[in-house]
T-cell receptor, first 115, second 112 residues
Framework: DTEVTQTPKHLVMGMTNKKSLKCEQHMGHRAMYWYKQKAKKPPELMFVYSYEKLSINESVPSRFSPECPNSSLLNLHLHALQPEDSALYLC??????????????FGEGSWLTVV | DAKTTQPNSMESNEEEPVHLPCNHSTISGTDYIHWYRQLPSQGPEYVIHGLTSNVNNRMASLAIAEDRKSSTLILHRATLRDAAVYYCILRLGSGSARQLTFGSGTQLTVLP
């Protein structure tokens, strides 16, 4: 099973709402990632978790708050977003964060629209 | 940062081989070369990766130049389902920036 599952697939939220994106993997991977992808652009790294601890934050605004409750789950809490935050949010995982020869597995993404 | 250069777009006929080039002249000795592809409205999908030697798997082959400054992804028989954006990515072998950093990729169009 090489699957990363993301929910919901689509989310529409107002600028004052609080919502969360969820990600789950059961491959025993110890590294999990959030990427953001705008239309017709490549994915951009947001956060990296290694062994359930945040190891990289690519200067992401605080209205995005990641959480890793356990080694299989990764959440992205959203609050007071702006319309320009509308994008595809991709979750990914790999065995380790520090070995550059590891394969990274991506989920299908959550399409977020902020109105 | 080690960077890659790929053509913006390429076309291929169905059932013919496709060679997707990638230049990475600033690659370091421990950097891995990864290829991912992204079909429309889907997350990126792992294709293949290598360090020094050529690599084969069920999806594709990766040919790495002897000096490692370039590589080529080979799809042996293109199908319509192979139409996607193909990303050649250097995953750095050392330092904190070992993460997958995507460039602009090559849009592959497969013609029936």
């Amino acid at each position: 099973d090489t699957e990363v599952t993301q929910t919901p697939k689509h989310l529409v939220m107002g600028m004052t709402n609080k919502k969360s994106l969820k990600c789950e993997q059961h491959m025993g991977h110890r590294a999990m990632y959030w990427y953001k992808q705008k239309a017709k652009k490549p994915p951009e790294l947001m956060f990296v978790y290694s062994y359930e601890k945040l190891s990289i934050n690519e200067s992401v605004p605080s209205r995005f708050s990641p959480e890793c409750p356990n080694s299989s789950l990764l959440n992205l809490h959203l609050h007071a977003l702006q319309p320009e935050d509308s994008a595809l949010y991709l979750c990914a995982s790999s065995q380790e964060a520090g070995f550059s020869g590891n394969t990274i597995y991506f989920g299908e993404g959550s399409w977020l629209t902020v109105v | 940062d080690a960077k890659t250069t790929q053509p913006n777009s390429m076309e291929s006929n169905e059932e013919e081989p496709v060679h997707l080039p990638c230049n990475h002249s600033t690659i370091s000795g421990t950097d891995y070369i990864h290829w991912y592809r992204q079909l429309p409205s889907q997350g990126p999908e792992y294709v293949i990766h290598g360090l020094t030697s050529n690599v084969n798997n069920r999806m594709a082959s990766l040919a790495i130049a002897e000096d490692r400054k370039s590589s080529t992804l080979i799809l042996h028989r293109a199908t319509l389902r192979d139409a996607a954006v193909y990303y050649c990515i250097l995953r750095l072998g050392s330092g904190s920036a070992r993460q997958l950093t995507f460039g602009s990729g090559t849009q592959l169009t497969v013609l029936p």
